[in-house]
C-alpha cells in the first residue's frame, strides 16, 4: 500500500476563528482511513484554559462543564501526533 492510500482526516472545534485573538481549540477528531476504508478514529475534547460562548456551546454542543475535564491541548495534540504516526493528513477549512 502506497503513503497516498493511507490518510487522517481532520476537524477541530474552536472557541472562534482567530486564534491571533486568543481562540483555542476545544475538540479534534479524526479517522484513519487506509485504502479506503476507516480503520480507526480519534475524538478529544481539549480544555482551552478560558470559558467558550454561548454561541459556541449553542454551535458545537460542548459546554464549558464538558471542557473543565478535558487534558489540556498539549496533552491531546501529544496524544494525537502519535495517532497520526506517518499517514497524510487531510483537513477541512484549513489554512496554511
Avoid: W
Avoid at 485573538?21 to 480544555?47: H, P, S, T, W
Avoid at 456551546?57 to 491541548?73: D, F, H, R, S, V
Amino acid at each position: 500500500m502506497s503513503n497516498a492510500d493511507r490518510v487522517i482526516v481532520l476537524d477541530f472545534e474552536t472557541t472562534g476563528l482567530s486564534p491571533d485573538y486568543g481562540d483555542r481549540a476545544i475538540e479534534i477528531g479524526a479517522v484513519r482511513i487506509e485504502a479506503g476504508k476507516v480503520v480507526d478514529r480519534f475524538q478529544a475534547l481539549m480544555n482551552p484554559g478560558c470559558l467558550i460562548s454561548g454561541f459556541i456551546e449553542n454551535y458545537t454542543g460542548i459546554n464549558n462543564q464538558m471542557l473543565e475535564k478535558a487534558l489540556p491541548c498539549r496533552e491531546v495534540m501529544t496524544q494525537f501526533a502519535d495517532f497520526i504516526e506517518d499517514y497524510n493528513l487531510v483537513a477541512h477549512n484549513a489554512s496554511l
